[in-house]
């Protein structure tokens, strides 16, 4: 971690000291946890003469330590392992699709932690989760996942009222230290984002502002200003539900573009027993020539499962879909399967580009010993954006934790 890091956290920790902490006996003295996933990827590509065929496996362990009350330190690793014909973007095998899980090991996260009833500071290297991941998450799909060096700080001036802040002095990316690409490993950052949560009975209202400055890249940089509102009629979760976002992106800090584009996000949902029907209307606008980017984003999680649309294309886009699923099973397996279905259509913002269609599924399924498959399927339709291209995903997943002294 850099200087700019140390010297942040050594002002955290000082202003912590001598606040009221929780209780001893309310935290573990230490655990071992892990996560154990394997999966195959298949991806066709009509780019591409070879299919990519890939088989890795990551382990992430750690070690989380409560050396006094309220403190918590996490020290945890993450290793990949693979073999098979894809281009991991390390590994220099450019005559196959990309399947972006690049073999090797890394220091995943390192970090403090103090938090008490009315708040909390963590400093480190770090996983952030803001909302739905559409603005900053860990990119949780990709093996090797998005962590951050930062400073962490939430506070709870009344139960529903929640303030976050976080500064980002760099980002650690999902395509790993060996990426051949140097922008692609890390970036430098010089980021505040700033989170107001509130919640009343049902519903969640989230305000926002962004301020991301790529000390690496200017041109990625700029200043997102939204509120989130989202909720559901009915206390057991059935009937009616929503989500429903606006945001502002600006030009910022050193970017040399002069631009302001509006996102929107509007989901109406329905409930009836295990299964939840979804329509969706996604707005990244553009001026024409720059088009609004979520850089720091949980990207997988949106616009389609095939990832066609990590960067926004310059005309903008508009994600039109519908979905549906929910859980099933009966005996020793009642409600522990899960599915989904949706489809979704994409076009420019600017202009009437029609730039494809996509179907996904998933099938979630319980297996002996604790683990989880996963089966899940994407398929692009191109038709004035890349090419056609189909993924296909095999995945066993094992993760837990372990006290080891109390």
Same mark, same amino acid.
């Given at each position: !971690?850099s ?5 942040f956290?050594? %002002?955290?920790m ?6 009221p ?7 573990p @003295?230490a655990?071992f946890?892990w996560?154990?996933r394997a999966? +195959? &990827? !298949? ?5 591409f003469?070879?299919?990519?065929d890939?088989?890795?496996a990551r382990l992430r362990?750690g070690?989380?330590?409560a ?6 330190v996490?020290? &945890? ?5 693979g073999f ?5 973007g390390? =590994?220099?095998?450019?005559?196959y ?7 090797g090991?890394e220091?995943n996260?390192?970090w /403090?932690?103090? @938090? =008490?009833?009315q708040g909390g500071v963590t400093?480190g290297r ?5 909302d =739905? ?5 860990? /990119?949780?799909w990709?093996?090797n $996942? ?6 962490a700080?939430q ?12 500064w980002l002095?760099k ?6 230290? @060996?990426?051949l690409?140097?922008?692609?490993? &890390? ?10 949560a ?19 890249v200017a +041109?990625a940089?700029?200043?997102? #200003? *939204?509120?989130?509102?989202?909720g559901? /009629?009915?206390?057991?979760g059935?009937?009616?539900?929503? +989500?429903?976002? #606006?945001?502002?992106?600006?030009d910022?800090?050193?970017?040399p ?10 989901e ?7 299964t939840?029907?979804r ?5 990244? *606008?553009?001026?024409g020539v720059?088009?609004?980017?979520t ?5 997988h ?7 066609q649309?990590?960067t ?5 886009? &508009? ?5 549906v699923g929910?859980k099933? *099973?009966?005996g020793k397996a009642a ?9 979704h259509? #994409?076009?420019a ?6 730039y494809?269609s996509?179907?996904n599924?998933?099938?979630?399924f319980p297996?002996?010993?604790?683990l989880?498959?996963m089966?899940k ?6 038709d004035?954006?890349?090419r056609? =291209? ?5 995945? %066993? $997943?094992w993760?837990?934790?372990r006290a080891l002294?109390q």
């Open positions: !971690m200087k700019r890091t140390l010297l956290s050594a %002002v955290a000082a202003l912590l000291a001598g606040t902490a929780l209780r001893a006996a309310d935290a @003295k655990s946890e996560d154990l999966r +195959s &990827e !298949m991806v066709g590509d009509d780019g003469a070879r299919d990519a890939a088989t890795t362990a070690l989380r330590l050396p006094a009350a309220g403190w918590t996490l020290l &945890e690793g993450e290793g990949v392992a098979g014909n894809y281009n991991s390390a =590994n220099g095998k450019t005559q699709p990309l399947v972006m899980d690049p073999t090991a220091l996260q390192v /403090v932690g103090w @938090k =008490n009833a400093v770090q996983r952030i989760l803001l =739905n991941q559409r603005w900053v998450g860990n /990119v949780g990709r093996q $996942e998005q962590t951050f060096d930062a400073v700080a506070w709870k001036p009344v139960k529903d009222l929640t303030l976050s802040y976080y002095d980002v650690h990316r999902a395509a790993g230290d @060996k990426a690409n140097r922008l692609a490993r &890390e970036r430098r950052l010089d980021t505040h984002l700033v989170n107001v509130w919640k009343r009975g049902r519903q969640q209202w989230a305000g926002y502002a962004y301020l991301h400055d790529d000390r690496d +041109s940089s700029s200043a997102t #200003y *939204g509120l989130r509102w989202t559901a /009629v009915a206390a057991d059935q009937g009616f539900g929503w +989500s429903a976002e #606006y945001a502002r992106q600006t910022h800090a050193r970017n573009a002069r631009f302001s584009v509006n996102y929107w996000l509007l109406p949902t329905w409930t009836q027993g295990k939840t029907f329509a969706g209307w996604e707005h990244l *606008g553009s001026n720059v088009a609004l980017q850089p720091l984003a949980t990207l999680a949106f616009n389609g499962w095939d990832d649309f990590l926004t294309p310059a005309k903008g886009m &508009e994600d039109r879909y519908l979905g929910g099933f *099973g009966s409600g522990k399967l899960n599915w989904a279905v949706s489809w259509d #994409y076009r913002d600017v202009g009437s580009l029609h494809g996509e179907w599924a998933s099938l979630g297996l002996p010993g604790g989880n498959g089966l399927v994407a398929d692009y339709r191109a004035r954006f890349s056609d =291209n189909t993924k296909l995903w095999l995945q %066993v $997943e993760k837990g934790n002294a």
